[in-house]
């Protein structure tokens, strides 16, 4: 019968264990890598679950899209599935990543934007779990160049679905594009679907007919088609029954076509 075991090694030094050094990293709940300055070092810190707006709404292209990454990732040999989610900001990036780092139903990494790329993948080699990581923007937080032995499984590591959303990928490095072996699957976000713009509307306008016109004219009217963009004025819509549609998305910040 196993025991659990009373001591630790470390280099050459038997001591008792201490309490509370056990943990077992939790399927679906969410941790934040960040950056210890005292002690020059990486560490975990339990976060919040994810939370997602009322109305956020998928399509069957999003869906398919998710289940096309979560089943690769479960089959796989491979210790690393990266997936790059760039373009248009506002436009539900971050909240797609965190949907499929929900549904893959393993430990979630959120990648602290002050953790250096060069610390990462020492970490992650001590780590055995199969874990979902995030690096949100990591255009604009992390030189992506240190981060290719990382998603390449140099070292012996854990299984790692790797979750990157980025806005200019200019700003990224070339060896990441054209390389599935480092990111394997892409979706780049350049407007929302009608089909999800007419169910935000007619989940806040609750009128069908509305809602169409609403669509149609917010598809044609403004140059970015975002998640938050079409939200708002959904909401304004709603809020102000009498003013016509190109005046209250002449008082919004929104640009015009």
């Known amino acids: 019968m196993k025991t659990t075991s009373q001591f630790i090694k470390y280099n050459n030094q038997i001591i008792p264990k201490p309490l509370g050094t056990d943990y077992d990293l939790v399927a679906g709940k969410v941790y934040t890598l960040t950056h210890d300055k005292f002690m020059d070092d990486l560490y975990l810190k339990e976060d919040k679950d994810f939370e997602f707006p009322e109305r956020y709404y998928l399509g069957d292209i999003d869906n398919r899209f998710i289940n096309k990454v979560i089943n690769c990732f479960n089959v796989t040999n491979k210790l690393t599935t990266g997936v790059l989610l760039s373009g248009l900001k506002g436009s539900g990036k971050t909240l797609m990543a965190k949907k ?132 708002m004025f959904a909401e304004e819509v709603k809020n102000n029954p009498d003013d016509s549609y190109e005046s209250i998305l002449e008082d919004m910040n929104i640009g015009k076509r």
């Not at 700003?171 to 679907?193: A, G, H, P, Q, V």
């Open 100 to 231: 499929i780092a929900v549904v893959s139903n393993l430990p979630i990494i959120v990648v602290d934007k002050e953790v250096s790329a060069c610390d990462i993948e020492p970490f992650f080699a001590k780590i055995t779990a199969n874990v979902c990581v995030i690096f949100d923007e990591i255009d604009k937080y992390w030189n992506t160049r240190y981060l290719l032995g990382f998603l390449d499984g140099v070292k012996p590591s854990c299984k790692k679905l790797v979750l990157c959303t980025c806005n200019d990928e200019d700003e990224i490095d070339e060896y990441l594009n054209d390389r599935c072996s480092r990111i394997r699957y892409k979706k780049l976000f350049k407007c929302m679907t009608k089909e999800n713009i007419n169910g935000i509307m007619n989940d806040i306008l609750d009128n069908e007919e509305k809602a169409k016109s609403a669509t149609e004219f917010i598809f044609n009217s403004i140059n970015v088609v975002s998640y938050d963009n079409v939200v």
